[in-house]
């Protein structure tokens, strides 16, 4: 039996992508299982390849997940295609079928929460503590310029992490300096080598997507006249991570201020309304991303701040009640709570969706 079942494909490798992914890897836990989110697309298909051989001879196994969303009907093809894949690499794949329910955030926002949630699953299932994700700079410079579009701040031009925690779970991209056109040519010269095609997603070229609109209408114009507009905003978004963490540095250490009761996750109102007005947003910030929680628009953040500026500092005067994901932001007896329910009762409704 092959022991590097990966090694003949060595050559379709780029170096450069070989480095950052093995830098990537140096920093990770010694004993986290390893797996590659494979859509089997360009992109995460050379993520694998590059992981596979990055693994060979280090006696780690290398997992695949692929996730069938089931919303185009070339999807049953997809994971025909991540599976043979796998099995040229000698990786293990797990897949796994959802159901994508669109909220308010639409389509895009549905599909990848419905993504992750999958491939948490299927990490737990193999094992795996560290998950690789193939986004690469092109996906950064857009995912910057869409933030931008939407007014999301200078902490929101962070963008894509390097690294992040979820569940439990460490997730990588490795290849957030990397441009895509580099991964394509290692996808053509895989594709000579194998036969193994990489599949592609109608829905990168539809244009109802703002990132595919961006790609398909901006990118070109961007092109023409800033060539380099990619690498500039993948700057931004590092200068943007660094402010972040010096952000979060500085709220933690409001945080701590708030009279905090053990492990109960309220904090006192009277303490927080205590903070300048400019350190109040943070310590928000801060307290939902520690109960796990994704940040909220500016315009629903901003509504939230009136809100708990108004109300009576001991909260006696009225209860707010601003919904958040599946939870309720609460005031009770002059402390902030967060709450997955409520009972019904003389509770003021203030819904800011």
């Given at each position: 039996?092959?022991?590097?079942?990966?090694?003949?494909?060595?050559?379709?490798?780029?170096?450069?992508?070989?480095?950052?992914?093995?830098?990537?890897?140096?920093?990770?836990?010694?004993?986290?299982?390893?797996?590659?989110?494979?859509?089997?697309?360009?992109?995460?298909?050379?993520?694998?390849?590059?992981?596979?051989?990055?693994?060979?001879?280090?006696?780690?196994?290398?997992?695949?997940?692929?996730?069938?969303?089931?919303?185009?009907?070339?999807?049953?093809?997809?994971?025909?295609q991540a599976h043979r894949l796998a099995g040229l690499l000698g990786a293990s794949c797990h897949s796994r079928r959802v159901q994508?329910?669109?909220?308010?955030?639409?389509?895009?926002?549905?599909?990848?929460?419905?993504?992750?949630?999958?491939?948490?699953?299927?990490?737990?299932?193999?094992?795996?503590?560290?998950?690789?994700?193939?986004?690469?700079?092109?996906?950064?410079?857009?995912?910057?310029?869409?933030?931008?579009?939407?007014?999301?701040?200078?902490?929101?031009?962070?963008?894509?992490?390097?690294?992040?925690?979820?569940q439990g779970r460490t997730y990588c991209r490795p290849w957030l300096d990397q441009p895509r056109d580099r991964i394509l040519q290692?996808?053509?010269?895989?594709?000579?080598?194998?036969?193994?095609?990489?599949?592609?997603?109608?829905?990168?070229?539809?244009?109802?997507?703002?990132?595919?609109?961006?790609?398909q209408d901006l990118a070109p114009v961007l092109d023409a006249h800033w060539p380099a507009w990619r690498q500039a905003l993948t700057?931004?978004?590092?200068?943007?991570?660094?402010?972040?963490?010096?952000?979060?540095?500085?709220?933690?250490?409001?945080?701590?201020?708030?009279?905090?009761?053990?492990?109960?996750?309220?904090?006192?109102?009277?303490?927080?309304?205590?903070?300048?007005?400019?350190?109040?947003?943070?310590?928000?910030?801060?307290?939902?991303?520690?109960?796990?929680?994704?940040?909220?628009?500016?315009?629903?953040?901003?509504?939230?701040?009136?809100?708990?500026?108004?109300?009576?500092?001991?909260?006696?005067?009225?209860?707010?009640?601003?919904?958040?994901?599946?939870?309720?932001?609460?005031?009770?007896?002059?402390?902030?709570?967060?709450?997955?329910?409520?009972?019904?009762?003389?509770?003021?409704?203030?819904?800011?969706?």
């Open positions: 039996m092959n022991a590097d079942p990966a090694g003949q494909w060595r050559a379709a490798c780029d170096d450069r992508l070989l480095s950052a992914l093995r830098r990537a890897w140096g920093d990770l836990p010694a004993d986290a299982g390893i797996g590659v989110a494979l859509s089997a697309g360009a992109d995460s298909a050379m993520l694998a390849l590059h992981a596979a051989v990055v693994v060979a001879g280090t006696g780690k196994p290398l997992h695949c997940f692929h996730i069938h969303h089931g919303l185009q009907l070339a999807a049953d093809g997809w994971l025909l994508v329910a669109i909220q308010g955030d639409g389509m895009e926002a549905a599909a990848r929460s419905a993504r992750y949630a999958a491939l948490d699953e299927l990490a737990d299932h193999a094992g795996v503590g560290c998950v690789l994700l193939a986004h690469h700079q092109d996906d950064q410079a857009e995912t910057v310029l869409l933030r931008l579009l939407r007014g999301a701040g200078p902490l929101g031009l962070a963008a894509m992490s390097p690294v992040m925690q979820r290692a996808a053509d010269r895989f594709a000579a080598l194998s036969g193994w095609h990489a599949v592609q997603d109608p829905s990168n070229l539809d244009a109802r997507y703002k990132r595919a609109a961006l790609r700057r931004h978004a590092h200068q943007a991570q660094d402010l972040d963490l010096w952000a979060q540095d500085a709220a933690r250490q409001d945080w701590l201020t708030l009279g905090l009761f053990g492990d109960d996750a309220s904090f006192s109102l009277a303490a927080w309304r205590e903070l300048p007005a400019v350190r109040q947003a943070p310590a928000l910030r801060f307290w939902l991303r520690e109960q796990g929680l994704r940040m909220p628009t500016e315009a629903r953040l901003q509504a939230w701040l009136k809100q708990l500026r108004e109300v009576h500092a001991l909260g006696h005067d009225r209860q707010v009640r601003l919904r958040h994901e599946k939870h309720w932001i609460v005031v009770q007896k002059g402390r902030v709570r967060l709450v997955s329910d409520l009972p019904d009762g003389n509770i003021r409704k203030t819904q800011l969706e």
